[in-house]
């Protein structure tokens, strides 16, 4: 089975902290994605990338940035933290045209 | 631009009833995927169900089953012997064929209670 694991289930952070949030995945898979999930707004694209060292923005990369050094894993930061980026990040992972493998999120409180 | 709607925010079904959620999608594509995913309380998606627009054929998987209609754009997902477990937030998504980044658009969720 394909594991995604994100290294926090719970974050808090103060308003202009850098903050990062990993995301690995343990089968080789080329494409890695970052989904913010609020309610009412259902899962919204951040960024993705489709190899090492290659990222595209999504629908909504303002105020994040992502970094992917490694196949397996793919990192998104938030520059200066907001309290408008309180949300639940997911990460997911895939091959090509092949159904997404999601971790388990990070609800990330920003104060 | 291609969106997805999910129109009903929550919905109920009785245990070991039958219950219908309700998907539309507008783009102007012909050649697409089309997906069903849950997410329980413990937040891990999970996929359920997955549709190719080629395929004239409804996808089911056990318990779960869609009803496609390509012209009108809708993609409904029909829940059958409904029971405890089933109780978790539903997603409707759409991904075209020529992406094989598989980048999905999703929908705003449904909120499945299950009731005893």
């Known amino acids: 089975d394909v594991k995604v694991t994100q290294s926090s289930r719970y974050l808090v952070k103060r308003t202009g902290e850098k903050v990062f949030l990993e995301c690995v995945q343990d089968m080789d898979h080329e494409n890695m994605f970052w989904y913010r999930q609020d309610p009412g707004l259902g899962l919204r694209l951040i960024y993705f990338?489709?190899?090492?060292?290659?990222?595209e923005k999504g629908d909504i990369p303002e105020g994040y940035s992502v970094s992917r050094e490694k196949k397996e894993r793919f990192s998104l930061i938030l520059e200066s933290a907001s309290t408008n980026q309180t949300s639940m990040y997911l990460c997911?992972?895939?091959?090509?045209?092949?159904?997404?493998?999601f971790g388990n999120g990070t609800r990330l409180t920003v104060t | 631009a291609q969106t997805v709607t999910q129109s009903q925010p929550e919905m109920s079904v009785q245990e070991a009833e039958t219950v219908t959620l309700s998907c539309t999608y507008d783009?102007?594509?012909?050649?697409?995927?089309l997906f069903w995913y849950k997410q329980p309380p413990s937040r891990q998606m999970i996929l359920v169900i997955r549709?190719?627009?080629?395929?004239?054929q409804n996808a089911t998987e056990n318990r779960f089953s869609v009803n496609f209609q390509k012209a009108a754009k809708s993609f409904s997902l029909k829940i059958s012997d409904s029971q405890l477990g089933d109780a978790a937030m539903y997603f409707c998504a759409y991904t075209p064929l020529w992406s094989n980044t598989g980048k999905l658009i999703f929908g705003q969720g449904t909120t499945l209670q299950v009731k005893p």
């Open positions: 549709q190719e627009a080629y395929k004239q």
């Open positions: 990338s489709y190899d090492v060292k290659m990222k």
């Open positions: 997911a992972s895939s091959l090509a045209n092949s159904p997404l493998h």
């Open positions: 783009t102007s594509e012909s050649d697409y995927y």
